[in-house]
Each structure stands twice: as C-alpha cells, then as structure tokens.
C-alpha cells in the first residue's frame, strides 16, 4: 500500500442512492464493505461525511434562513450520517468510532486530536461528524483541516464523478479530464471540486488529494494502492 493513513471526504449526496432525498440503506451498505475491503490491508482510515441530503445549509440561507444557525442545523445532520455510516461498519465487525465537533455525549465521542489518532492506531474507523464545530465553514474544509491535524497522508475526495474536467462533463460531452493538477491551477481556475480554502490548506500542509468515483466497485483500495483512479491534486504536478 502507498498510503498508510489516509482521509476520505464523503458528500452526503452520496448517501442519497436514487432515493433523491434522505439515506439509501443499500448505498450505505455498499460504501461499508467498500471500506471493509480496506480495512482488512492495514490501512488507517478516516472519514469526513457531509449532510447535504438532509440539509444544506447555504441553501437555506439563501432562502432567508440565518446563516449559522443554517449551518449548525447542517452540522446536525452530518451527525445523522455518521452514526448512520458507524452502523453499518460495525454490523461488518469493524470498530468504528463518531468524533464530533460538537459535543453530542449520549452518541458520540468529543472530537479531541490525540483520541482520534489513538483510534486510528488501534485499527479503528473514525468518522468525523458535525464539521468542525464553526458556521460558515464546509465539510470540504473540515475534512483538509482534519486530514493536517491527524498528518493523513492523502484526502479521497469520493464524488458522483471520476475526476476534476475542465467544463461540465453532464454538458459538455468534450469536457477534458485530467489526469493530474496542481493546487494552484484548482484556485486559479476555480474549479471547485473542493472550496477555496479546503484546496489551500492542503497545499500549505502538502496534503495531495484525488478526487475519484465513488460507485465504482474497488475504487477506494485502488486509490490506496495508488493506481491510476480520478484526478490526482498536488504540489508537483502538472496539469495534463
């Protein structure tokens, strides 16, 4: 294995399935054995989730909604999907613990950064819920903020798409994909398959990430292997 502790951001979106809201327990189930497949090789293995299929808080904001009390009603629901996720890793046998940024004590652990690494060391999932505690931040910067503080060596960014295109690939059928960008060329050119700030505390920690397909089958231990998978971003590659 290439990576030995690694981080992955999961959207909430990829929870959805074809439900269109909410959480498909069969997704769920497929994403748990996806990360059982990992787990059995060794590695450590963290999780940021996000909560856009229950809610999103920019998007309440937007209608009206104040803004961080949007945001924190968004961290809530990062939490629903995490002990979501936590149970179907366990019913898999494999220990998993919630850390969250708000404290939740009757469901979940405090997040404090020494008992996260502790767990990981112990070969136990960490699932980090509730973002990092702070309205106005997204779990894309929660997930670069983690994976600096527990020295992950890589973020998986796992999405709906198999990489960083250039255009809009569900409009544009010559849409490029590349294959290999550096952090600057993402900010310059907005490309946004992370925010802004998640993108530039990676490169200040020197944390690369690739951003792969989420539903196909083996994706993640590939990316661990480190084949080929998606779009690889970091400091010393070049934009092809």
């Known amino acids: ?19 269109g ?18 787990i059995k090789y060794g590695t450590q293995l963290a999780i940021v989730v996000g909560g856009g299929n229950i809610f999103r808080g920019v998007k309440a904001a937007s209608a009206g909604m104040d803004r961080a009390t949007a945001d924190y009603i968004g961290m ?28 939740m004590q009757e469901v979940a652990e405090p997040y404090i950064r020494r008992r996260a690494i502790r767990h990981l060391e112990k070969g136990r999932v960490v699932i980090f819920g509730a973002g990092s505690g702070n309205p106005f931040f997204t779990t894309d910067t929660t997930a670069a903020l983690r994976a600096a503080e527990i020295d992950a060596e890589v973020v ?11 255009s ?6 010559k849409a490029h994909r590349y294959q290999s960008l550096t952090y600057g060329h993402v900010l310059a050119n907005d490309l946004r398959v992370m925010d802004g700030t998640a993108i530039a505390l990676c490169k200040e920690n020197n944390i ?3 951003v792969f397909n989420l ?26």
């Open 76 to 103: 809530i629901a990062t939490v629903m999907n995490a002990m979501t996720l936590q149970d179907a890793l366990e019913r898999r046998g494999i220990p998993t613990r919630v850390l969250t940024a708000i404290a």
């Open 156 to 166: 998986f960014k796992a999405t709906k798409v198999d990489g960083i295109y250039d």
């Open 1 to 19: 294995m290439i990576y030995q502790r690694v981080l992955v951001k999961l959207s909430g979106e990829a929870l959805i399935g074809n439900l």
């Open 21 to 38: 809201y909410g959480i498909d327990p069969k997704v769920v189930a497929e994403i748990a054995q996806e990360i059982s497949d990992v």
């Open 168 to 173: 809009d690939p569900n409009i544009n059928p």
């Open 215 to 240: 539903s196909v089958r083996g994706n993640i231990l590939r990316a661990i292997k480190g084949d080929a998978v998606g779009t690889l971003v970091g400091g010393f590659c070049e934009v092809s």
């Open 208 to 210: 690369p990430i690739v």
